[in-house]
């Protein structure tokens, strides 16, 4: 902006003329400024929208922040032509809940799937009529897909994807059957669709390709129109298994790698079969099937999703759409410890502690890119606080739809058009429902963390996490004031559900997804 020197003011400023001109002119070049800002919002052309959710990957399993055990150079390469927020927040720190904030706008104390519920064969699902960000797209007149893993309702609830906005759905219509990436059946909207070969073992069709033809057909059949594709695959979570070609790439570089011999971190689980027999052979692996080169089969998932974006990229480029497509790549919370896998190895958090089901930063804290050419400036990167139930505000203002109710998310719009005006959270907050119950709450540089609700306890936690965001020292004792007012938060923050009381209870029909 260009700034008045001081002097040349008072030269002038008993000349009422020459000040009546400067004043005139100042005006006009104001009243300009603000038409050419009005009209490059209003000459927004709505654009694709493609949100990629990559399933348990960690802060630091992409090379572009800090991972040396192999490369993502399709996710560095949208990350360069794009926006990173390097303070991005997942909606919770397992599966479904994460996925309801992201639908619904409203975190965990509002949301209303806020656990891993098992439920006839699926999830507990979002109830019919809800708001979510699927049919806010269908009602600006987007075609809505959805491919990959859902997770908000059992087959034939009111959750199913096709009541919730969505025209078509293809991919895993339950979280637990999602563990086997050998499925003996995947959904093809509401229909079942067998898989000739497969008999839920390790070998067959591999159902991250079949999906992954989905979405680059979807695409295809929607690049005249406005689409929203919603890709929540299924890599890296376990089962840890890759295709034979990936995962010769790493036979080679991760050994010598002896064969694996699993104790599961997390204690014996209910198979995806719901079998609890100590001699099936998924028993001991949580559940999980048995892989012997889990660190290689851990590189050659994050190779093949990183393809994944690629190929998504290549076809708009090819189609000559790219340039307003939005699309955002993250993860629906941080790195797990299942079937194997071994993040301390990858340093998968980066420079996080915790994992999946750690209200830590290391379970929440995930890595957030968007790209969209034709507004956002290439290379750019935000420390703007935001979250999973920040993005459905935020495309109903890029749509000009609104919504309805209140929501706990803010739209992060004019960050990504490099404005000043960006409304910022009051603060954060995190419930779940595993584990003892645990909650958190993030007040501008202070994080503060409950555990053992269940039990009563109300013992705060307390982290800086601009001094220290490794959280490696609690600083509660030394500040007191700051411990209640996010133990109030944590009590203000929430609305009671006979659904998701705060009790043990409810931990007894979670499934381990």
């Known amino acids: 902006m260009k700034t008045i020197n001081p002097k040349s003011k008072m030269t002038i400023k008993n000349n009422s003329l020459t000040n009546w001109t400067l004043f005139s002119a100042l005006f006009i070049m104001v009243a300009a400024s603000c038409t050419n800002s009005q009209e490059k919002e209003e000459s927004i052309e709505k654009p694709n929208i493609i949100y990629i959710l990559a399933d348990d990957l960690g802060y630091g399993d992409l090379s572009f922040l800090g991972q040396t055990k192999f490369k993502t150079p399709n996710i560095d390469k949208l990350a360069a032509q794009g926006m990173v927020f390097t303070q991005h927040y997942s909606g919770s720190t397992v599966c479904a809940p994460s996925r309801s904030a992201l639908m619904t706008g409203l975190h965990t104390g509002h949301t209303q799937v806020r656990g891993n519920r098992g439920l006839n064969g699926g999830q507990f699902p979002l109830k019919e009529g809800t708001q979510t960000l699927a049919s806010i797209l269908k009602k600006a007149g987007y075609t809505t897909g959805a491919f990959g893993k859902w997770g908000l309702g059992y087959p034939g609830s009111e959750g199913a994807p096709l009541n919730q906005g969505f025209d078509v759905f293809y991919g895993f219509n339950s979280q637990t059957i999602a563990h086997n990436y050998y499925p003996r059946e995947l959904w093809d909207n509401d229909k079942i669709v067998t898989l000739e070969g497969n008999q839920g073992t390790d070998e067959g069709q591999y159902a991250p390709y079949l999906i992954q033809e989905k979405r680059l057909a979807f695409i295809e059949n929607n690049k005249d129109t406005n689409f929203f594709l919603f890709a929540p695959t299924i890599i890296p979570h376990a089962e840890l298994f890759a295709p034979e070609e990936y995962m010769e790439k790493f036979l080679t570089k991760t050994n010598p790698e002896p064969p694996y011999q699993y104790e599961s971190k997390l204690g014996p689980e209910t198979n995806y079969e719901g079998t609890d027999d100590p001699e099936h052979p998924r028993y ?101 606080i935001s979250a999973f139930w920040d993005i459905l505000p935020t495309f109903s203002e890029i749509v000009g739809v609104g919504t309805e109710g209140a929501l706990d998310g803010l739209s992060f719009l004019p960050t990504l058009l490099g404005k000043e005006e960006q409304a910022t959270h009051s603060h954060l907050y995190w419930e779940f429902h595993e584990k003892g119950g645990k909650q958190a709450v993030r007040k501008g540089k202070w994080k503060g963390i409950k555990l053992d609700v269940f039990k009563g306890n109300e013992t705060i936690q307390l982290y800086d996490l601009e001094q220290d965001p490794g959280e490696t020292k609690d600083l509660a004792a030394d500040f007191p004031e700051v411990v209640e007012e996010l133990k109030g938060l944590m009590q203000s923050s929430r609305t009671e559900d006979a659904e998701w009381p705060f009790e043990e209870t409810i931990e007894k029909n979670v499934k381990n997804n």
């Open 284 to 384: 001991k692996m949580g559940g999980y099937g048995s892989q012997p080169y889990p660190h290689a089969a851990f590189a050659a998932m994050v190779t093949l999703l990183d393809d994944h974006v690629g190929q998504i990229v290549s076809k708009l480029e090819e189609l000559a759409i790219l340039d307003n497509t939005v699309i955002i790549f993250t993860s629906d919370n941080g790195p797990h410890l299942e079937g194997g896998a071994d993040p301390d190895f990858f340093n998968s958090n980066g420079p996080f502690q915790g994992y999946k089901r750690d209200l830590l930063e290391g379970g929440i804290h995930v890595p957030m890119i968007l790209s969209w050419p034709a507004q956002v400036e290439k290379g750019s990167q935000t420390d703007h």
